[in-house]
């Protein structure tokens, strides 16, 4: 903080910067301290006019810009042909920058599309599917629990093919896994091909599951980043809704199931081609030492006239140069383990993994893929069934929206809080089963519909948390390793609940199972959590993010319950 007392950004720029030595952040090697602890320079606010004009007076800005101008010149004279070619991208700019991070965001998060339809088709084509690969209960729930195994696999080669080939080529590789496991769903003739099929569905969607959220946090601006990273949990729901309006279409067709699983084809090609019109992230080219080309990238999503803008990107090259220096003597063995050995890292890789854990842990999968037969449960139809499955996609859908347009208003402290009204929705499932069908089926409907409907709508909410948080969270370096990590254990824990459904429910009841465990996690353990263990990120820069998570947990935990007790304390004055 400045001496006012308002949380203001570090500017940090490269030693070859014309800099006043009061700015220029250093690292303290005292034997009592730390070296990864960072000794913290004078501080200023991007978004303060003030601040900016101040920076200005002390920076030959327009110096360093001319510089990056000039790298970025060199780069488009002497990129090669085959340089073109492979960056995969057909060069694409607008006068207006907005345009360019909107179209970014929205061809990146279209992915979710992919993800969703593979999570909730194989709930309208089990039932087809079963009968004619004569599948057994247990064939069959691996079948429904393999995606979410092989994402696990997807996300473990996600980081090698973030630091090799970029967060964009992640993703249109992603594109390639998805088409075949497609094309071999559709085409099985027993159990083992789909087998074989769902496990490379998930390694596509493990894979572009961790790479969108990264791709879009590096490359759009803070004060909408929270919003088109939510985009991608709106188009998973979307894509679940798809998923089961293309069981409905094709339930009554001679094979129908085949045209179900092999749906994604469509959805894969059309990402794979809008991909080829999106740039590599600019905080990526960075870290790989690509500065002309990062800013040629950054002019395209950034209005340089300003002088915030530029600032950023100083910021953000210094980061990067300050990051290689420090890892610089490491061996890369050594550097797998800046995750966990650096406190600021570790700080946000359990953060991270608890957000993610309160999302899956609370049962939305094992509801979703077996949402079919949750609705015969409780007393519909085959035909029924499917298409009442609609209701809870189509409410998931509802619940991004408001996540989509008011996260990066409201805060994601603010935004957490819709565990308690999900939390709601699984009391209203849970007693919905234990009105019996045979002589209230009307009320037992209507009262699990009830609970389904808000259960997934605020569900649909809290889940965009899942991607943004993690997202923004890591530093650069270990951005990817962090997103494998986050990633492995989202579908760890969608394997396990998943796998075992079916187990579960008989040891506990569907009541016990939906109130006792997944509401008992939401209440007794995420609702704590949030409250006093959860900083607020909006409208932080990524590097900015990095000085919240280099203050002790105990910092952080006591600024919270500072916060909450002055709230209460105003909200009772005002009685």
Known sequence: MDSSGKSVTDVRYGSASPVDDEIKPHVQHDEDVSIFEDVKPTKYDLEDP????????????????????????????ERSWFGKLRALEFETNFKDKRKMVYMLGAFA?????????????????????????????HEASLISSLMPLGAMAGSMIMTP????????????????????GAILCAAATNQHIMYAGRFILGVGVGIEGGCVGIYVSESVPSTVRGN???????????????????????????????????????????????????????????????????WNVWKRL????????????????????????????????????????????????????????????????????????????????????????????????????????????FGRRTWAMTIVLFSVGLVFVGVGYLIPIDTKLRAAEGVYLTGQILYNMA??????????????????????????VCSTFLYLWAFTVTYNFEKMQAAMTYTGL???????????????????????????????IDDIFSKPTREIVRENAHNMKAWIGKRLGRN
């Open 50 to 77: 003030g601040a900016v004009a101040e920076l200005e007076q002390k920076l030959d800005l327009d110096a360093e810009v001319a510089e990056l101008d000039q790298l970025g010149d060199s780069f488009k004279k």
């Open 109 to 137: 998060s279209f992915a979710g599309i992919l993800s969703g339809i593979d999570q909730s088709i194989i709930s309208g084509a089990s039932l087809g599917m079963n009968e004619m690969l004569h599948l057994s209960t």
């Open 161 to 180: 093919l973030n630091e090799w080939f970029g967060r964009k080529s992640s993703i249109m590789i992603s594109c390639v896994w998805y088409t075949v």
């Open 228 to 294: 088109l990273v939510s985009l991608y949990q709106f188009n998973i729901a979307l894509g679940e809704l798809f998923g089961y309006i293309i069981g409905v279409i094709f339930f009554n067709v001679k094979g129908g199931w085949r045209f179900m699983v092999g749906s994604s084809l469509v959805f894969s090609t059309t990402l794979l081609t809008g991909m080829f019109f999106l740039p590599e992230s600019p905080r990526w080219l960075v870290h790989k030492g690509r500065t002309g080309e990062a």
């Open 302 to 409: 950034r209005d340089t006239s300003q002088a915030n803008a530029r600032l950023e990107f100083l910021e953000m090259r210094h980061v990067a140069v300050q990051d290689a220096e420090l890892h610089k003597n490491e061996s890369r063995f050594q550097a797998m383990f800046d995750l966990v050995r650096i406190p600021r890292n570790r700080r946000a890789l359990v953060y991270a993994i608890m957000m993610i854990s309160l999302g899956q842990l609370t049962g939305i999968n094992a509801i979703m893929y077996y949402m079919s037969t949750l609705m015969k449960q409780i007393g519909f139809s085959n035909e029924r069934a499917i298409a009442m499955s609609m209701v809870g996609g189509a409410a998931l859908l509802l619940g991004t929206i408001p996540a989509i347009l008011w996260m990066d208003r």
């Open 459 to 484: 569900f649909g909410s809290y889940s965009a948390l899942t991607w943004v948080l993690p997202s923004e969270s890591f530093s650069l370096a270990t951005r990817s390793i962090g997103m494998t």
């Open 514 to 544: 939906t109130l006792g465990f997944y509401g008992g996690i939401a209440v007794v353990i995420g609702i704590p959590y949030q409250l006093f263990f959860m900083p607020e990120t909006k409208n932080k820069t990524l590097e900015e």
